[in-house]
């Protein structure tokens, strides 16, 4: 039986036979065709098809015995050139397609509205739409977040931000004061910021939106209703225009109004201020506008206990008033 490592290798080339083929060498290194027909319940012919193919990739190589025996090549060495041609490919196809779109500037100008904005139907294609964006993503990704959101949305992480964060694109985030309110939402922003993200928090957002790359736009115009059809969602792609520019200079003047959550690169450990885990997550509530209701929800504790936590933070911190604790903590670099 296959497990599910043993799909790893499909991105490189390499389909799922081939791979528990090279699996099964791995383990039992020098077999032979019979030998190995005895480990995997297959036909020779469908392993000698097989071994030809990682023989070409080059995972395995034939030792000069009879009868003959294979033997698998160390994987961080065989995988690595397999990674490096398929890198080289794609980079040729990247070249192509620059070259092709340069080519074709003028005629790819946009002519008429269509060419401007895309209006996307239906959650299923807008969650599409969203991720193909994403994962296109060279450089940055400016998100403005605030609800109502769709069933799922904000309770699932994004990977594919995390994932963006990873191959360096840089995410900054303005999220609407409402939207830090959502129950364990604020976990979820401190696994964004801690893997990179910049975010900011605003009172009352405008809209939803996300740029990317400064080349396009995606802005969600509808969202049902937990109790509508979920096919009535609705958003626009908005692409290179006037229209685009303005939303890119709408951002970064709601940026700069916007309270900054991480305003250091290497923030001061909470130990070194005798803080718990709890009192950050009430500074950053606190930074953030939200009340005492809000933040007792996300606690799960009275709001007469959230009073008492509040009170006790803000005499730590010399302040007058809840926000100004919040920000205190924010140049302080506590947050």
Not at 20 to 32: D, E, F, I, K
Not at 298 to 320: F, H, N, P
Request: glycine residues 6%.
């Amino acid at each position: 039986m296959r497990t599910k490592q043993e799909r790893m290798l499909e991105p490189i080339g390499i389909d799922p036979d081939e791979e528990h083929a090279y699996q099964v060498l791995l383990g039992h290194p020098r077999s032979t065709l019979a030998e190995m027909a005895d480990l995997t319940g297959w036909e020779r012919p469908r392993l000698s098809a097989l071994v030809r193919a990682l023989e070409i990739h080059g995972l395995i190589t034939r030792l000069p015995t009879r009868p003959v025996r294979y033997l698998p090549l160390r994987p961080d060495q065989a995988v690595n050139a397999l990674i490096a041609e398929r890198q080289h490919s794609l980079e040729r196809i990247r070249e192509w397609a620059e070259g092709v779109t340069s080519s074709l500037h003028t005629a790819l100008e946009p002519q008429h509205a269509a060419d401007v904005i895309e209006i996307v139907g239906g959650n299923t294609a807008i969650r599409q739409v969203l991720t193909q964006l994403e994962r296109g993503a060279e450089h940055n990704v400016m998100i403005i977040d605030r609800p109502p959101y769709s069933p799922g949305r904000p309770q699932q992480i994004n990977e594919v931000e995390l994932d963006g964060l990873r191959r360096g694109v840089r995410y900054r985030t303005i999220y609407d004061r409402s939207a830090v309110d959502y129950p364990n939402r604020i976990g979820q922003i401190a696994a964004y910021i801690d893997a990179g993200e910049h975010a900011r928090v605003l009172e009352d957002a405008p809209f939803k939106l996300a740029l990317v790359d400064g080349k396009a736009a995606f802005m969600p115009l509808r969202v049902p209703a937990p109790d509508e059809d979920p096919n009535l969602a609705t958003a626009a792609c908005i692409y290179q225009s006037p229209v685009l520019q303005g939303l890119v200079l709408c951002f970064e003047s709601l940026w700069e109004r916007a309270v900054e959550l991480n305003p250091t690169d290497q923030p001061a450990t909470l130990s070194d201020h005798g803080l718990t885990s709890r009192d950050q997550k009430i500074l950053l509530l606190l930074a953030s506008g939200s009340s005492d209701q809000a933040i007792a929800r996300q606690l799960g504790v009275a709001k007469r206990t959230v009073a008492r936590y509040v009170s006790g933070i803000m005499k730590q911190l010399d302040s007058r008033t809840r926000f100004q604790a919040g920000m205190q903590a924010v140049k302080r670099g506590w947050l």
